[in-house]
């Protein structure tokens, strides 16, 4: 599986900078655990590398929602320590209805070596759009069948609010 690594970064807090180097090695850590486990991990607090040294970085706030683009393609989430970054990144994640781990024993052991995991993932993610496309179709239905099943001095009325 693709796992997003959620883990407390720092900075927004005021950690020091050996503060936020170690927690940035705790992500490492449990990036290799998951990949020990036959999974790919995504870990963002790795943009901490992209963010040191810029002198006009963008703010908490921007990282933290380049950081939440990569929920979505992931299949799992590892929620890895509480904080303002990680708590929003958790309820994107439930959200999006992702499987949700908080310790590296949850999770199952996987084979990244193996060609069947590439075509059940992308099975899972051709799922995904086939659900959200025929949810969208579900709610254009029912919609009509609402306004099918609105009386004649109803339907005025809509019209006339609008």
């Known amino acids: 599986m693709k796992i997003f690594v959620s883990h407390p ?10 503060e936020i180097e170690e927690n940035v090695k705790k992500s490492i ?7 020990a486990k036959g999974h790919i991990p995504f870990i963002p607090n790795l943009y901490h590398y992209v963010h040191s040294g810029w002198l ?3 703010d908490e706030d921007m990282w933290l929602q380049i950081s939440l683009q990569w929920i979505e ?3 799992a989430f590892y929620y890895g320590g509480q904080s303002t970054g990680c708590d929003r990144e958790y309820q994107e994640a439930l959200s999006l209805g992702k499987i949700i781990y908080k310790d590296i024993d949850e999770v199952p052991e996987g084979d990244i ?11 899972l993610k051709t799922i995904r759009k086939e659900m959200e496309s025929k949810t969208m179709e579900i709610a254009l239905i029912m919609a009509d069948a609402i306004l099918r099943t609105l009386s004649k001095k109803q339907k005025r009325k809509l019209d006339n609010s609008t």
Request: glycine share 8%; net charge negative; with cysteine.
């Open 9 to 18: 970064y720092g900075r927004r807090n005021g950690l020091s900078q050996d």
């Open 113 to 123: 070596n193996n060609a069947t995991y590439f075509i059940i993932s992308d099975m």
């Open 56 to 58: 006009d970085t963008p």
């Open 29 to 35: 850590e449990i990036g290799r655990q998951l990949i």
């Open 73 to 75: 393609p992931c299949d």
